[in-house]
């Protein structure tokens, strides 16, 4: 059986252009083409994420788009997937899994990695 994951296809072909994670069509477009392409879904591994840009909480001209990139990578990419993918999940002979990879920095947090800490933190909340 052949796997896929975006960028690449195990031991095959590339599996797609590797679409924008914050292309909310693009991205449903590819993970729901997987069962026609590969036969089934059986899992889907989260490890969406980004650093860029590195913020500090306490810069006050500091851009409110910097928030907005890390979490629309690290959290509502997350989001679209599982919403792309759950229906294949669900009909997964195996049953279908989710594995969420996140970071240390969503509990300890990283100094001058706001942005970053606080999404992560969310993709954990989504988690539970």
Not at 104 to 109: D, E, Q
Request: proline share 7%.
């Amino acid at each position: 059986m052949r796997h896929a994951s975006f960028g690449c296809v195990f031991g095959s072909e590339p599996f797609a252009d590797d679409p924008p994670r914050t292309d909310e069509l693009a991205f449903t477009q590819a993970i729901q083409s997987v069962p026609a392409k590969y036969g089934r879904l059986d899992a889907l591994i989260l490890n969406a994420a980004t650093l860029h840009p590195l913020t500090r909480i306490t810069s006050t001209d500091t851009p409110l788009d910097a928030w907005r990139t890390h979490f629309e990578v690290n959290v509502y990419s997350l989001v679209t997937s599982l919403k792309a993918a759950v229906p294949s999940l669900r009909e997964s002979p195996i049953g279908g899994k989710v594995i969420f990879i996140s970071s240390g920095a969503a509990v300890g947090g990283v100094a001058g990695w706001g942005p970053y800490n606080a999404s992560k933190a969310a993709m954990n909340s989504l988690n539970r």
